[in-house]
């Protein structure tokens, strides 16, 4: 066409690269992101008939992580995972107390979760008939056949990611057959030693892959500790790692709310991360994606500005390489919205270097440049 003839070969060029690797919309992966969330929604309410008023931990509302939850993804759309992190409270009688793990050296903050019995007597005699494990005698508790935590769900007094995993995935096959998606998908469980990972196949539908995940909040700060694993880092049954993925769907969910319609962050950063063949991590670009969003006013992400942003990301990525730092998100962050809960630590803390590698070894800084230079 004669528009066609008159556009900038450059502008063809880059429409074919991103219709190539952002194979479909924002809107679609919002679409079965909301699937996913009724799902867990579901499930969650069933539990809760399941394990009222026993001894198992106590499963809370399922917050989406991930980037398939934040709205892009780096995967073609039959490999996109849907994460779902299922923050767990400790049942009657019972508390979770955080215990930092010095007994090995780790790259990752890891944490476990000491049990401990909390004496129930008083709501014994305000009407609850649950047995206090402290103080009732063994017999009694024996002949009231009632779970214990520690005995269950426990190696020794911490709470144990594989058994909570476990059972966590009998329950899904159970109760399957009681919630509503059942009559529209067949489902899967497969293989996984931290985590509950499902396969919902609709009929002549791509299958919808969800991995749920167990999280201890710290505090009141929007900061868990993890079931999840790591590429590099597989930690002991006792031993949850911190993550700050929560942290980083609330800082989302707050851009979305607050972003121009048809923005093109979610759009740079889908583009950004299909590209192929890089040594930088997805969270890398992710991590210099957000930092951009804090110093470049909202009304600059529109449509019409894409190129400038997709600029302005190469161009942020440049100045780390060059200088060998990359500043962590949530540490030391005099621009973090006020929304995000942090403990005072992370806000006293000064900031953590992602790009700490490329300081302390200078081949790794060279195949870096080079690295970018081809990207």
């Known amino acids: 066409?004669?528009?066609?003839?008159?556009?900038?070969?450059?502008?063809?060029?880059?429409?074919?690269?991103?219709?190539?690797?952002?194979?479909?919309?924002?809107?679609?992966?919002?679409?079965?992101?909301?699937?996913?969330?009724?799902?867990?929604?579901?499930?969650?309410?069933?539990?809760?008939?399941?394990?009222?008023?026993?001894?198992?931990?106590?499963?809370?509302?399922?917050?989406?992580?991930?980037?398939?939850?934040?709205?892009?993804?780096?995967?073609?759309?039959?490999?996109?995972?849907?994460?779902?992190?299922?923050?767990?409270?400790?049942?009657?009688?019972?508390?979770?107390?955080l215990e930092l793990d010095t007994a090995r050296e780790m790259p990752q903050k890891g944490m476990r979760v000491h049990v401990e019995l909390v004496c129930t007597c008083t709501g014994e005699q305000l009407g609850n008939t649950t047995l206090c494990f402290l103080h009732h005698c063994k017999q009694e508790l024996r002949a009231n056949h009632e779970p214990n935590l520690l005995q269950t769900l426990c190696t020794g007094p911490y709470l144990d990611v594989q058994k909570i995993a476990l059972w966590f995935r009998k329950f899904v096959t159970s109760a399957w057959a009681m919630v509503p998606q059942s009559r529209e998908y067949r489902m899967k469980v497969l293989p996984s030693s931290r985590s509950c990972k499902l396969k919902l196949k609709k009929t002549s539908r791509k299958p919808l892959l969800v991995e749920i995940i167990f999280g201890i909040q710290q505090g009141n700060s929007d900061i868990f500790l993890s079931s999840q694993t790591t590429e590099t880092l597989i930690p002991p049954n006792t031993t949850w790692l911190e993550t700050y993925a929560v942290a980083e769907a609330m800082f989302f969910q707050r851009i979305a709310r607050q972003a121009p319609r048809h923005s093109c962050y979610l759009k740079c950063l889908q583009l950004c991360a299909r590209i192929s063949g890089t040594g930088f991590s997805h969270y890398t670009l992710k991590t210099v994606v957000m930092h951009l969003l804090t110093l470049i006013p909202l009304p600059g992400w529109r449509r019409r500005d894409f190129l400038l942003r997709l600029d302005d990301v190469m161009r942020y990525l440049s100045c780390c390489v060059e200088e060998k730092r990359l500043n962590h998100f949530f540490f030391g962050n005099e621009d973090m919205p006020k929304e995000i809960n942090l403990p005072p630590a992370f806000q006293m803390a000064q900031p953590l270097n992602l790009f700490q590698n490329l300081a302390q070894d200078p081949e790794a800084h060279a195949v870096a440049l080079q690295e970018f230079s081809e990207l």
């Not at 502008?11 to 679409?31: C, M, N, T």
């Not at 996109?80 to 049942?91: E, G």
């Open 1 to 97: 066409s004669k528009e066609s003839e008159e556009e900038d070969p450059s502008e063809r060029d880059l429409a074919r690269i991103y219709e190539r690797r952002i194979q479909w919309s924002v809107q679609k992966l919002a679409h079965r992101r909301r699937v996913v969330e009724e799902l867990l929604h579901n499930l969650l309410r069933v539990s809760n008939e399941f394990f009222l008023n026993n001894f198992f931990p106590v499963l809370q509302p399922a917050i989406g992580v991930g980037s398939a939850c934040e709205g892009w993804s780096p995967q073609e759309e039959k490999d996109v995972v849907y994460c779902m992190l299922i923050p767990l409270k400790p049942p009657s009688g019972y508390a979770f107390h």
